[in-house]
C-alpha cells in the first residue's frame, strides 16, 4: 500500500489525484490531505477519504467542528510537518505559488518521494531543492505532463545520451492573435482554456505562455539540462506532451489524451505502471491531425523573459515567479490589461538583481522584495490606464 500525504487536495491537480486514488483502494492510501482556505471542500473530501490527519495551511481560517477521526491543524508549520512525517511513501505537492517550495524541502530532506505539481518549488528555489534531495535522499517525480513526458521517454537512456528536449504548449486562448490583437483582451476570455481545465492563476500563465517558462527553468533542475538544449513549440491539440532527441537522431515522444490524471498516476505508482479503465486512450484515426507553430515572441514577451531570468540565474528566477503572481492577480482584478503582465515582471527583473540563494532567509527577503516592486509598478500602471480613461 501507497501511503500519500496530499497537499493541496482542493485544487484541481488535487481533486483529479483523488479521483486517481478512489480508483485504486488496494494500492493508494490517503493519509493526509492540506488545503489553504477552502475548508468546507477540505471537510468533504475528509469524509470520504478519512485521513488521519488534516490541515488548513491558513491560520486565520476557523477549523471544522469534525467528529470524524481525522485531526485537524492550521497553519504552515502543520503543513511542513505532514510533508516531513515519516510514515509518508509519496508527498503530492499540488500546492500553488511560491508556498509549495517549504514542504517540497521538507519531504525531500525527510528522504521521501515527492511526486511534484508544484513547479514553483524548481523556479524559485531550484539549488535548494537539490541539495535537499541530496542530502535526504528523496526523490522528485514530476506531475507537470511535459515533465512526465519526458521522464517516460528518458526510461532506458542516460542523460548524456541526450541532444535536446521539445516542451509543448498548448498555445492557450490567445493562440494566433498579434500583440495588438492582444490589448483589449480581459481576464474572463483569458480563462477560457481550449485543452485543460485548470486553476485560475496556472490558466492565465498559460495564455501568457508564462507557464511554458516555467517549465523550462524547471526541466533545468529536473534533469541537469542547459537551457540551450531545452525548447518549446505550440501543439494546439496537446495529445503530444514532449519530445526528447537523442545523440543519435532519434526522436522519442510520450503520447496521450491530455488529462492530469495520467501523470499523476504514473508519479504515485512509478517504476510500476497500473492498469486504468477510467482513462481515455489516445485514437490516432479519430484525432485530429497534430500540428506545430513556434511561440510569437512579440506577443507573448513573458516566455523569452521567464527563459531568460534562468539564464540569469541567482535569485532571478525567484523575481520572475513573484512578480508574475502579483502581475497576474491585477490582470484578474482589472488593474492592469493583459501585456501589462509583461511589463511588471521585466521591470522587477531589472530591478531587483540577480544574486544568490543560500537558505530559506534569502527566498523569503527576495521574494518580499520582488513582490514590493511588482505592486509599485502595478500601482504606477492602473494609475496611468485611469488618467487615460478619465
Not at 492540506?34 to 475528509?46: G, H, K
Not at 519526458?150 to 504548449?169: M, N
Request: hydrophobic content about 45%; overall charge negative.
Amino acid at each position: 500500500m501507497i501511503r500519500i500525504a496530499l497537499l493541496g487536495s482542493t485544487g484541481s491537480i488535487g481533486r483529479s489525484a483523488l479521483q486517481v486514488v478512489s480508483r485504486h483502494p488496494d494500492r493508494l492510501k490517503v493519509v493526509a490531505l492540506t488545503a489553504n482556505r477552502r475548508s468546507a471542500e477540505l471537510e468533504a473530501q475528509v469524509s470520504i477519504f478519512e485521513p488521519d490527519t488534516a490541515v488548513l495551511s491558513d491560520p486565520t481560517v476557523a477549523l471544522p467542528q469534525s467528529t470524524s477521526q481525522t485531526r485537524w491543524r492550521s497553519g504552515r508549520e502543520a503543513l511542513i510537518e505532514v510533508a516531513a512525517r515519516d510514515d509518508v511513501d509519496v508527498v503530492l505537492n499540488a500546492c500553488v505559488g511560491a508556498a509549495g517550495l517549504g514542504p517540497t524541502l521538507a519531504a525531500l530532506r525527510s528522504g521521501h518521494r515527492v511526486a511534484l505539481a508544484n513547479k514553483e518549488s524548481l523556479v524559485v528555489g531550484g539549488p535548494l531543492v537539490l541539495n535537499a534531495a541530496h542530502a535526504g535522499g528523496g526523490e522528485i517525480i514530476p506531475i507537470d505532463s511535459e515533465h512526465s513526458a519526458i521522464l517516460q521517454c528518458l526510461e532506458g537512456s542516460q542523460i548524456e545520451d541526450v541532444q535536446r528536449i521539445i516542451l509543448t504548449a498548448s498555445g492557450g486562448p490567445f493562440r494566433g492573435r498579434t500583440a495588438q490583437d492582444l490589448c483589449d483582451v480581459s481576464a474572463a476570455q483569458a480563462l477560457k482554456h481550449p485543452t485543460w481545465d485548470m486553476g485560475a492563476k496556472i490558466t492565465i500563465d498559460s495564455a501568457t505562455l508564462a507557464n511554458k517558462a516555467l517549465e523550462v527553468i524547471e526541466a533545468h533542475y529536473l534533469y541537469g539540462l542547459e537551457y540551450d538544449q531545452i525548447g518549446a513549440v505550440i501543439h494546439p491539440q496537446s495529445i503530444i506532451h514532449s519530445f526528447v532527441e537523442l545523440v543519435d537522431g532519434s526522436v522519442l515522444a510520450q503520447l496521450g489524451f491530455p488529462t492530469m490524471e495520467i501523470p499523476i498516476l504514473y508519479a504515485l505508482v512509478y517504476p510500476e505502471r497500473v492498469a486504468d479503465s477510467a482513462l481515455r486512450s489516445y485514437d490516432p484515426v479519430q484525432s485530429p491531425p497534430l500540428t506545430f507553430e513556434d511561440i510569437d515572441h512579440l506577443a507573448f514577451p513573458m516566455f523569452a523573459l521567464g527563459v531568460d531570468a534562468g539564464r540569469r540565474s541567482g535569485c532571478t528566477p525567484l523575481v520572475y515567479n513573484a512578480a508574475n503572481e502579483v502581475a497576474v492577480q491585477a490582470f484578474l482584478e482589472d488593474r492592469i490589461s493583459f501585456p501589462e503582465i509583461a511589463d511588471v515582471v521585466a521591470e522587477a527583473m531589472d530591478r531587483t538583481g540577480t544574486s544568490d540563494l543560500r537558505d530559506m532567509d534569502d527566498v523569503i527577503a527576495v521574494d518580499t522584495a520582488a513582490r514590493e516592486v511588482a505592486v509599485d509598478v502595478t500601482v504606477r500602471l492602473g494609475e496611468a490606464r485611469m488618467g487615460t480613461n478619465s
